[in-house]
């Protein structure tokens, strides 16, 4: 699982993986109730729900973990990730750090992996360079990955996101050490 604050490249960061690894590696599709941004694509960056529909997915335990993030919620299909572990495959949640903790609490052998932005300055300058956002959104961010940034010691790893490959490559070697330590995993 990967977390981080809004801006710190998670998405970049998961992308580069499965590219190194689609067999073994299964992206989470997490379900929101934002609207799409410019070429997201339904089914394959999140899945775009309504509020109604959110919240009876709550109810019926549809959803591993879920967040409210900035003026929206999102969170993970239970059943997605339960298949692909039952077929042997590990599964990347791009999460944000109040998704993480539910994490921890449901599943607590998953392997948490902060992604942590060289700087707020730099975070600030992403989230910018996005386009997306109001300034009163980037303000709320920044606000929230002050917070965010104070809770990355509970992680099990930490990796800073300065270099997209070097950043990517730490990450692949984290979930092969882990691996490598999950006999049941290596099997697959």
Not at 134 to 160: N, S, Y
């Amino acid at each position: 699982m990967i977390a981080g604050p809004s801006g710190v490249g998670k998405g970049s960061v998961v992308r580069r993986l499965q590219s190194l690894d689609p067999d073994r590696l299964a992206l989470s599709v997490s379900v929101t109730t934002r609207a799409p941004r410019p070429n997201e694509v339904e089914g394959r960056d999140y899945f775009f729900v309504s509020d109604e529909t959110f919240d009876r997915m709550i109810d019926e335990s549809e959803l591993l973990e879920w967040a409210p993030i900035v003026g929206h919620r999102s969170g993970t299909p239970r059943a997605f990730v339960e298949g692909c572990l039952a077929s042997g495959r590990d599964v990347l949640l791009e999460i944000d750090v109040k998704g993480a903790e539910q994490v921890r609490r449901k599943v607590p052998d998953a392997v948490l992996i902060f992604l942590d932005p060289p700087s707020l300055e730099e975070l600030e300058r992403r989230l910018r360079g996005r386009g997306t956002e109001t300034e009163d959104r980037i303000r709320t961010r920044l606000a929230t990955a002050e917070w965010e940034l104070a809770q990355r010691d509970w992680f099990d790893h930490l990796v800073v996101n300065d270099d997209l490959e070097r950043a990517s490559a730490q990450v692949a070697a984290i979930i092969d050490a882990s691996r490598r330590l999950d006999p049941e995993a290596s099997e697959g």
